[in-house]
T-cell receptor, first 117, second 114 residues
């Protein structure tokens, strides 16, 4: 069965410090991968998505970047965190095929709660 | 107008009540409709999906789609305290090539009181 791992679960970082959040998927190949941010009262905001190794699409201009060095690994980074980067970050994967996506949607990790102080 | 609108609540009901959660959408291109459930401090999990108008039932949950009104609903019968969570509607939309992106509502926070 497919599983998605995301870590750390919580993180407190000072303003101006770097960030690296990692997400890995097991039990599938060629997944589509996504990074979302969820802020209170603002719902889920898609930050980046990737359809393959080294292929990253950015949805929102911001202080963050993403990379996909391996098929099932997705990394969210920042060189210098801002207070506004605080939030709940979620990694998700979906199958490539339209039928599977339509029937199974996205599978989310357990999230990282980031507080920038 | 936002693509997906969802009343954030919060919604508080007694145990055993029938709960109705709703979303409206503006893009008639949406063809698939999903409901996710998110417990506190956890990632969302897919609860139900449907790709046609009408009702789809799964245990105590019923998803309803009215494409003519661009309105979807999730009904929970005999609600339980364990149903307390945030419920998000979501709709995939073609974003070029073979890729689809999910557009989410903001979520409705539901509390079922014992």
């Amino acid at each position: 069965s497919q599983t998605i791992h995301q870590w750390p679960a919580t993180l407190v970082q000072p303003v101006g410090s770097p960030l690296s959040l990692e997400c890995t998927v097991e039990g599938t190949s060629n997944p589509n991968l996504y990074w979302y941010r969820q802020a209170a009262g603002r719902g889920l905001q898609l930050l980046f998505y990737s359809v393959g190794i080294g292929q990253i699409s950015s949805e929102v201009p911001q202080n963050l970047s993403a990379s996909r060095p391996q098929d099932r690994q997705f990394i969210l980074s920042s060189k210098k965190l801002l207070l506004s980067d605080s939030g709940f970050y979620l990694c998700a994967w979906s199958a490539q095929s339209l039928w599977q996506r339509a029937n199974y949607g996205y599978t989310f990790g357990s999230g990282t709660r980031l507080t920038v102080v | 107008q936002k693509e997906v609108e969802q009343d954030p609540g919060p919604l508080s009901v007694p145990e055993g009540a029938i709960v109705s959660l709703n979303c409206t959408y503006s893009n008639s291109a949406f063809q698939y409709f999903m409901w996710y459930r998110q417990y506190s401090r956890k990632g969302p999990e897919l609860l139900m999906y449907t790709y046609s108008s009408g009702n789809k039932e799964d245990g105590r949950f019923t998803a309803q789609v009215d494409k003519s009104s661009k309105y979807i609903s999730l009904f929970i019968r005999d609600s339980q305290p364990s149903d307390s969570a945030t419920y998000l509607c979501a709709m995939p939309m073609h974003s070029g090539g073979s890729n689809y992106k999910l557009t989410f509502g903001k979520g409705t926070l539901l509390t079922v009181n014992p």
